[in-house]
């Protein structure tokens, strides 16, 4: 048994091809195929069940896929925890980011870090909180970005900072004529939301539900989006509401539409997380400066007297 041909069925799994697979492996089909069955010959078992297309494991090559993750993975683990230690930072890292992050929150250190780490191959991936965790737990991420807390003790977090929520609203909302709102201000009737799976949609509707109305009940409009960007325009052109993650109001053309909350301002923590698999101590703490250093003013690393955390109600993970 090598890791070679552990490498060549995780290819054949991922991709759900002897001859895709072969191409990623850079090697024959024949060679490819022929150390598959070598191994299967060697096991003692079917790893895959060539009669379908795509090719599928088979409910023991499942078993096998699994653990060759692992291997293959400690393998590369053992070359990049020698790199650290030379303190030469290389090699690929797969980190998960949520979507209410990724546009607003990459720009700010992405580029810096590459200009810095030249070596070191960063691929990022939008995903939501539930999914992320769950390639994090399978070994096919290494690091995600997103809303803490998590409700999983294999999964460890170091918080980035604390988020305020701020309201935007549209030009003839009857909330513009206050400088700052409370929750009790704020419809569940009269908010646009984000669709469901997204945290920040929770979190909305947590300060939202239950709220005295300000606006009629006869609700004429429902939108869901899985976007704010879309959010945003569409408060531009109605008589809504929508709230915003801090970082997503930068971009507002009319900041005059924007109100924040009242104290205590409602805040979301915002944390990297880890499985017990991830050993790359220097690198995770060289990614985790970069990002603070590269915050805007306004965002904290500790929470402030004035903010009230609002959990995430998707942390409650299986």
């Known amino acids: 048994m090598t890791l070679t041909q552990l490498e060549y069925i995780l290819a054949v799994a991922d991709t759900g091809s002897f001859s895709q697979a072969a191409r990623q492996c850079h090697v024959t089909q024949p060679t490819l195929s022929m150390q598959i069955q070598k191994l299967e010959e060697e096991l003692g078992v079917?790893?895959?069940?060539?009669?379908?297309?795509?090719?599928?494991?088979?409910?023991?090559?499942?078993?096998?896929?699994?653990?060759?993750?692992?291997?293959?993975?400690g393998s590369q683990h053992l070359k990049e925890i020698v790199d650290d230690a030379k303190g030469s930072l290389r090699g690929e890292l797969r980190i998960g980011i949520i979507p209410t992050l990724a546009p607003y929150l990459l720009p700010l250190f992405l580029k810096k870090m590459k200009d810095v780490y030249k070596n070191l191959h960063l691929t990022f991936e939008e995903l939501q909180t539930e999914t992320m965790v769950e390639k994090i737990r399978s070994h096919n991420l290494d690091l995600g970005i997103v809303v803490t807390p998590i409700d999983d003790l294999n999964i460890a977090s170091h918080v980035l900072f604390y988020e305020p929520f701020v309201a935007y609203f549209a030009k003839s909302h009857p909330?513009?004529?206050?400088?700052?709102?409370?929750?009790?201000?704020?419809?569940?009737?009269?908010?646009?939301?984000?669709?469901?799976?997204?945290?920040?949609?929770?979190?909305s509707l947590s300060l939202c539900r239950n709220k005295k109305q300000i606006v009629s009940s006869d609700k004429t409009f429902t939108f869901e989006s899985g976007s704010l960007e879309t959010l945003k325009k569409l408060v531009d052109q109605g008589e809504n509401f929508t709230l915003l993650p801090w970082l997503a109001t930068f971009d507002v053309q009319d900041k005059k539409r924007l109100r924040p909350f009242s104290d205590p301002v409602p805040t979301r923590e915002v944390s990297l997380i880890h499985g017990p698999h991830f050993q790359r101590k220097a690198l995770l703490k060289a990614l985790i400066e970069n990002i603070k250093r590269n915050l805007p003013e306004g965002l904290s690393a500790n929470r402030g007297k004035n903010q009230l955390k609002v959990d995430n109600p998707l942390g409650h993970l299986k």
């Open 46 to 73: 079917t790893i895959f069940d060539r009669t379908k297309q795509p090719i599928k494991a088979t409910s023991v090559g499942e078993e096998v896929l699994q653990q060759a993750r692992l291997v293959v993975k």
């Open 175 to 203: 909330l513009l004529n206050k400088k700052s709102i409370d929750e009790k201000d704020l419809s569940i009737d009269d908010v646009l939301l984000l669709n469901e799976g997204h945290c920040f949609r929770e979190q």
